[in-house]
């Protein structure tokens, strides 16, 4: 095993690692930002409501909301980041995995959706 | 001092510690707002899981970049994790409380149990020219080879299972099943493990978080601890030895077990 295939097995999934890292980032700044607003201005913490009415009823519970959905989303952008990675490299059963695994997670954020969203 | 330090405080112990001894965390985030602050359990199972991603991705992203990580492994068995979280985050609506904290006492019990065999077993038997997933015979392919796949993936499906139902990222069952049962290389299946623990923690924390079972005021203080701690946890662990750690740690699980145990009685 040569140190350039060492690197270049490395190097394949860089996009994954940008992803994870950026998006973990982001998503912690996010949250940080809602919690520092929210104590800033002493307001009421809402309790007992789902992600998504604390994001439509705004003020910082939903800045935090919106940092907790990005959360959530940044393994899915990830493993997108991965399907990619394999098409590219043109890895037909390993694609055909990550892209099952993608279509799953979609599916259960967009059934949670369903179940979470006001009126339903 | 303010509630918001206080759980933050308790998430950066959770994720140091997590990192130290290669944990998601929430095997100890769940008892702390459980017993600490007092949180009902799906609420604290909520917050965990969502929690869990946080270190999960973090240390994910340089296990990845490392080459450390088998991504490919990694997402084949998210197959069977996915489907057991999102199937241990519905159940966790239905089944009681108590039964819960009884499953989680369990849980705590068998994690103790293997990080104590883990001392001792001491990296036997590893072959230190296979602990390299970054040596591709293709453009991602790893140089040693898995074996017992469809058990792994059966075997990830009650990982997910007790993610998705327990709140935590199910490495104290992912990291005996690709080293023991697969024969994958300690370091690279726990490695792997942390890399899936994000995607199994996502899914069931959907449910969670789109159920209204996670308080967003409670949790940010806790991803905000776990991410510093676990951050802290990574640099620091070169440098101190985890023997008396994984001791405290054991001390710690066997406390909160009994403390759980009592919970699930009806007599905490």
């Known amino acids: 095993m040569s140190a350039s295939s060492r690197r270049a097995g490395a190097r394949s999934f860089e996009a994954v690692a940008t992803i994870l890292r950026l998006g973990t980032l982001l998503a912690v700044v996010v949250i940080a930002t809602g919690l520092a607003w929210a104590l800033a201005t002493d307001a009421p913490a809402r309790t007992d409501e789902t992600v998504l009415e604390l994001v439509g009823d705004g003020g910082p519970d939903a800045v935090i909301g919106i940092g907790l959905i990005g959360l959530a989303l940044v393994p899915i952008g990830a493993l997108a980041a991965a399907v990619v990675t394999f098409a590219r490299a043109g890895e037909r059963r390993p694609l055909a995995v990550a892209a099952s695994v993608l279509v799953l997670m979609l599916a259960t954020l967009v059934a949670a959706f369903g179940i979470g969203a006001p009126g339903a | ?268």
Do not use: Q
């Open chain 2, 1 to 268: 001092m303010p509630n918001e330090l206080l759980l933050a405080a308790s998430g950066l112990l959770a994720g140091a510690f997590g990192a130290l001894l290669g944990l998601g965390g929430g095997i100890l985030i769940v008892p702390i707002l459980t017993l600490g602050f007092g949180v009902p359990l799906p609420a604290a199972v909520g917050t965990s899981l969502i929690s869990v991603i946080a270190t999960s991705t973090g240390a994910a992203a340089i296990n990845v970049r490392a080459g450390r990580a088998d991504v490919r492994l990694g997402i084949t068995l998210a197959a069977g994790t996915v489907v057991g979280a999102v199937t241990g985050g519905i159940l966790a609506g239905f089944v009681p409380e108590r039964i819960v904290a009884g499953l989680f006492a369990l849980l705590l019990v068998y994690t103790g149990v293997t990080m104590v065999r883990g001392l001792f077993a001491g990296g036997r038997g590893e072959d230190p020219a296979a602990v390299d997933p970054s040596a591709p015979d293709g453009p991602s392919a790893p140089a040693y080879r898995t074996r017992r796949l469809p058990t792994a993936i059966a075997g990830s499906f009650v990982g997910g299972n007790v993610s998705g139902l327990l709140g935590v990222g199910g490495g104290v069952v992912m990291v005996p099943l690709m080293h023991l049962v697969m024969g994958a290389p300690i370091k690279v299946a726990a490695a792997t493990s942390n890399f899936m623990i994000g995607l199994t923690a996502a899914a069931g924390a959907f449910a969670y978080l789109f159920r209204g079972d996670i308080d967003a005021r409670l949790a940010a203080p806790v991803i905000l601890g776990v991410a510093a701690g676990a951050a802290l946890g990574a640099t620091v662990s070169g440098r101190i030895g985890t023997r008396p750690l994984v001791g405290l740690f054991v001390v710690v699980v066997a406390y909160v077990a009994v403390r759980m145990a009592l919970l699930a009685l009806g007599a905490a």
